[in-house]
């Protein structure tokens, strides 16, 4: 049974930092792909980033660059998303999604559907 787990989330003051991680289980160690997405209040889901456990370049959307970094560790089969310089607009609930392949690359994401497995979603908070 594939399973992910997202935590890390909280209330943080803007220009702060949070680190959010996604465990999985079942998932093939050699050959996956985790993406992060987040939903705002009264907006629609986005991406945020993905990476893939052939350590080839991550995404991130536009939104998101020079401020926050995903990476994973192999060995306790967790991707992190650390996320700093938040702002207000970062308010979101974050979802983890991980499927089995390489499906991420610098300038493509896939999108929620294309990802097999999903994770209960961890609420971040950004004061202005």
């Known amino acids: 049974e594939v399973q992910l787990q997202a935590s890390g989330g909280g209330f943080v003051q803007a220009g702060g930092s949070l680190r959010l991680s996604c465990e999985f289980a079942g998932i093939n160690d050699d050959d996956w792909t985790v993406g992060w997405f987040r939903r705002a209040p009264g907006k629609e889901r986005e991406k945020v980033a993905c990476v893939t456990s052939d350590d080839g370049a991550p995404y991130y959307a536009n939104s998101v660059k020079g401020r926050f970094t995903i990476s994973g560790d192999d060995a306790k089969n967790t991707v992190y998303l650390q996320m700093n310089s938040l702002r207000p607009t970062d308010t979101a609930v974050y979802y983890c999604?991980?499927?089995?392949?390489?499906?991420?690359?610098?300038?493509?994401?896939?999108?929620?559907?294309?990802?097999?497995?999903w994770g209960q979603g961890t609420l971040v908070t950004v004061s202005s």
């Open positions: 999604a991980g499927v089995e392949g390489w499906e991420c690359r610098p300038s493509v994401m896939a999108e929620w559907d294309d990802f097999d497995y």
